[in-house]
């Protein structure tokens, strides 16, 4: 209410109040709200989608391949098909791994994906989820986590190298989806927060450019575009957390700049993915407690004619075996893998 006397937004659709029934609420009134009597459960279309909703779970009871088999550490057999990515995918990574999942024959760390409605998000594997569905798995392990188990985020940048800086903010300046406009590090995050940037260029010749979407683009696709566009012409783009330019060029001595973009959260991830869009490649880097790593399951089982639920009772039995075999060991702290 107060934000509506102060004209700090221009107005609110709201359904549930502090107290109910609304009868002498001053928010319910506003001329600016639009008001609804929180019964949204009780319409008609929600009575009939329940129903259905009933119907379609008591025959999934009897369908096999729908039926649950409890397998530890929250891993599961899923069909390839309804494994989504949040994200595009580089496709020469793509290509690697394909080829080293075929001479190898094992997959080592499951897919981490979220179950959001009828499908399974990727929140890590996004490339390991398109190899296994190129070398025909009609099913793919997956390790299924929810947003309640501690997830967290951290947002990559992107440090772009073996490209001339002037060729590259050219290149940039010239896609019809975006407008680059001159800063300095002193007012770029704001600016960023202020006009909605897609993010900023930090060259290491010095220059800073802010990148905002046209005027009329849609943001997402201006950021997957703007991306797309130097992961294909650049040299090499590395991964980091890091944006201190001048630490980054000690590390890397061929940097041409770095791409820094907003701080993403786990809910606006899963919000594009249910909208059916995807995030730029190598952008999100999600922070999952209990990662699943070296299941070493065989390929050619998961691309056999065997059941859903029939897989899933070979995953129960791989696992628990090993758990016997007390050949599964948890590490709390973070590592560094330096055999990726």
Known sequence: LEALDKDLIAGAALD????EPAVDSALAQHQRVLATPHIAASTEDAQ?????????????????DVVPV????????????QVIPHEYVDVRRVDRLTERLKAEGMLSSPPVVVNVEDHYVVLDGA?????????????????LV????????????????????????????????????????????DEMFEYGGLCYVHTVEGKVFLVLAAPGANHLQALN????????????ITRTLNKNLASLQNEFPD??????????TVDQVLQISRAGRVLPAGITRFIIPGRVL???????????????????????????????????????????LLDE
């Open 16 to 19: 549930v109040f502090a107290q």
């Open 48 to 64: 009939a989608t329940a129903a259905l909703t009933v119907a379609r779970q008591i025959l999934d009871v009897f369908k096999e």
């Open 70 to 81: 409890e397998v530890p550490l929250s891993l599961r057999v899923v069909p390839a098909d």
């Open 127 to 143: 490339t390991r989820v398109t190899a296994l569905q190129r070398l025909g798995c009609s099913h793919i392990i997956v390790q």
């Open 146 to 189: 929810t947003p309640e188990e501690g997830l967290s985020l951290h947002t990559w940048f992107h440090a772009i190298r073996q490209f001339d800086p002037v060729e590259l903010v050219k290149m940039l300046d010239d896609l019809p989806e975006i407008t680059m406009k001159e800063s300095s590090t002193k007012t770029v995050l």
């Open 225 to 236: 575009k703007l991306t797309t566009t130097y992961y294909v012409a650049a040299g090499h």
């Open 255 to 264: 940097l041409s700049a770095l791409v820094v973009f907003p701080e993403y």
């Open 294 to 336: 070296r299941l070493n399951a065989d390929l050619d089982y998961l691309k056999s004619d065997e059941t859903l639920i029939r897989k899933n009772e070979w995953l129960r039995e791989l696992v628990l075996e090993k758990l016997a075999n007390s050949a599964v060991r948890y590490y709390e702290e973070p590592v560094y």
